[in-house]
Nanobody, 125 residues
Framework: QVQLVESGGGLVEPGGSLTLSCAAS???????IGWFRQAPGKEREGIGC????????FYAESVKGRFTISADWAANTVYLQMNSLKPDDTGVYSC???????????????????WGQGTQVTVSS
C-alpha cells in the first residue's frame, strides 16, 4: 500500500514562503496529485493539483499566482511552493493521489484514493 507523507510545514510570517513536500514510495499508477488545506473550523478544500498525465496544474483562485506545484518523479515527491503567504493560508495541508486517469487533475476531494496525514502551516506575525 502506497503511503503519502507530507513535510515542510511550520510557522512563517505574512509575506513569507514555505515549500511543502509530498513523498511516496512510488507514484506509479496515480494520475492526479492534489494539495488540500483545512483551515480551523472549515472543511478541507482543494488548493492545487498536478496531472501526471500531461504535467498540467490547476489552482484555486485563492492561491493562484502565489502557489506552484511541481513534481520530481525520480524522487517520488511532489512539492507545493507557497509564496506571499497570508494569515488566511493557515491550516493543515495534505496531499492526495488518485488512480483514475481523467487526463487532467482536479480539486474536488472525491476520487482521491490515498491521503497523507497532513502538515501544519501557520502564517502569523
Amino acid at each position: 500500500q502506497v503511503q503519502l507523507v507530507e513535510s515542510g510545514g511550520g510557522l512563517v510570517e505574512p509575506g513569507g514562503s514555505l515549500t511543502l513536500s509530498c513523498a511516496a514510495s512510488e507514484f506509479t499508477g496515480y494520475y492526479s496529485i492534489g494539495w488540500f488545506r483545512q483551515a480551523p473550523g472549515k472543511e478541507r478544500e482543494g488548493i492545487g493539483c498536478f496531472s501526471a498525465s500531461d504535467g498540467s496544474s490547476f489552482y484555486a483562485e485563492s492561491v493562484k499566482g502565489r502557489f506552484t506545484i511541481s513534481a520530481d518523479w525520480a524522487a517520488n515527491t511532489v512539492y507545493l511552493q507557497m509564496n506571499s503567504l497570508k494569515p488566511d493560508d493557515t491550516g493543515v495541508y495534505s496531499c492526495g493521489a488518485a488512480h483514475f486517469n481523467y487526463g487532467v487533475c482536479w480539486l474536488e476531494r472525491g476520487g482521491y484514493d490515498i491521503w497523507g496525514q497532513g502538515t501544519q502551516v501557520t502564517v502569523s506575525s
